[in-house]
């Protein structure tokens, strides 16, 4: 499961930029007559859906090719910031025999088009949320890539202007889709496994590259990098800050722990009840990769929820992880244990227990398919989808809260009722949101 390398009209010019972002700043109230809802109808069953794409790097271009297997599917428009991935998705749309998408480096040229159905969001974490939360306010559906954005306000954020709008908003995290994944959930939450109090989910890559130090520079030609920067901290440009390797710094993203942990926290918590953990600790380090990256390559975060233990661990450089499998999720119960990875998953019994019978089921296949089908099924239907913002925000929220407990250094208590971290000011602030002018985020509660 190796993630990719990631992560109509002109573009305003520069002067056009700062006013139109300033008046965005003013206020959130102001955000909603900006990007007008445009939208005459929901479409129907057999109708065309018409996408635009923000972010067209690996994860956006692997998605829009997904989009493209549903022949329903046109690309109306695609933004990024950076000229040459917007060539390489006008060649994906040829490729695939679509007609030829308008492009563009403003997100929100995007948002302001009348044909545009549904937004595909595919950009770095800090990019995430207040191109969702506009587009619900503009009226168009979001396939938004996890983990939901960088805070858990911003999360909370998004989930109210989908409410709010009544948007359609999956999360793409796909192996909700998984055939095997679902069956090996449903295995456990039948109760044949007894009582399951310890759950387990690690990631162990020995192909996440070492990025070499080096110095500041500019931008490369075809970049804008203010636009890239958006509502994160200002920072002189450097490479290894930039693209697949932004999700190694905090102002961008949360490491392995949002990357890789809200995938296999996700698999992990379909086969548990939908209750938030009541405290977390974590500890970790960079222990293998000494490089400029500021998150850590070795971690391990462990959750109180009411009825059960929830491990998490990574660790980077090294592929031989538990159970032998270098990334997987197993549930312990009285009767025995599932150990699940892409390949399948198999019952290992308690030997005391003569009730049940080991059992190995193979993988089945590829689920980003099935998760972009359910997604466009429920825009035409109306229907929550499979992964909707509140289940996404919900498992979001618990790997950020093993991030914050590890930049902290303390075991944090939290009331999930007031999505607040009781017992430390400082660790609480993480939760909030922190945007550089002029960017503002509507809807968000500690902005």
Not at 312 to 331: Q, T
Not at 413 to 436: C, F, M, T
């Amino acid at each position: 499961m190796k993630t990719t390398n990631p992560f109509p009209g002109k573009d305003f010019s520069r002067r056009e930029f700062v006013r139109t972002a300033t008046l965005a700043a003013g206020a959130a109230a102001l955000a909603g007559p900006f990007i007008r809802s445009v939208r005459a109808g929901e479409p129907g069953p057999n109708s065309k859906l018409r996408l635009g794409l923000i972010g067209c790097g690996g994860m956006g271009s692997g998605d829009l090719e997904c989009f493209f297997r549903n022949p329903e599917v046109d690309c109306a428009v695609i933004a990024d910031v950076d000229d040459s991935h917007l060539a390489k998705g006008v060649e994906l749309c040829a490729k695939h025999s679509r007609p030829k998408p308008d492009t563009v480096k403003d997100f929100r040229r995007v948002l302001d088009r009348k044909d545009v159905d549904i937004v595909l969001i595919a950009t770095p974490d800090h990019w995430h949320a207040l191109p969702t939360v506009m587009a619900c306010q503009a009226g168009k559906d979001v396939y938004v890539e996890k983990p939901l954005a960088t805070t858990i306000d911003e999360g909370r954020a998004m989930l109210t202007a989908s409410q709010k709008h009544n948007r359609i908003v999956q999360m793409g995290s796909q192996w909700k889709s998984c055939k095997h994944i679902i069956e090996a959930a449903e295995f456990v939450k039948s109760g044949k496994l007894g009582n399951v109090s310890m759950v387990r989910a690690w990631a162990w890559l020995d192909w996440q590259p070492t990025m070499d130090t080096i110095p500041d520079s500019q931008p490369p030609a075809g970049v804008d990098y203010e636009m890239w920067l958006g509502p994160a901290p200002k920072r002189p440009f450097n490479q290894n800050r930039f693209h697949y390797n932004f999700r190694w710094f905090w102002d961008y993203a949360g490491g392995l722990m949002t990357d890789w942990g809200v995938h296999l926290i996700n698999m992990a918590l379909m086969g548990m009840p939908k209750e938030p953990p009541k405290n977390v600790c974590s500890t970790g380090g960079t222990f293998v990769q000494h490089d400029m990256r500021e998150t850590p390559d070795s971690q391990i975060a462990l959750y109180e929820f009411p009825g059960f233990v929830l491990e998490w661990e990574h660790k980077s450089g090294v592929g031989v992880g538990l159970n032998g499998r270098s990334w997987g999720v197993s549930w312990s119960g009285t009767e025995g244990t599932i150990l699940l990875n892409d390949e399948g998953w198999e019952l290992v019994i308690e030997k005391r227990k003569a009730s049940l019978e080991p059992e190995k089921h193979k993988g089945s296949g590829d689920p980003r398919p099935a998760h972009v089908r359910n997604f466009l099924d429920c825009v035409k239907s109306r229907q929550p989808p499979v992964l909707n913002l509140e289940l996404g925000h919900h498992v979001s929220t618990v790997a950020h809260l093993g991030n914050i407990a590890f930049r902290t250094g303390k075991k944090i208590v939290w009331d999930s009722e007031h999505e607040k971290i009781v017992n430390d000011p400082q660790a609480d602030k993480l939760v909030g949101v922190k945007y550089r002018a002029p960017w503002k985020l509507p809807y968000a509660k500690r902005a």
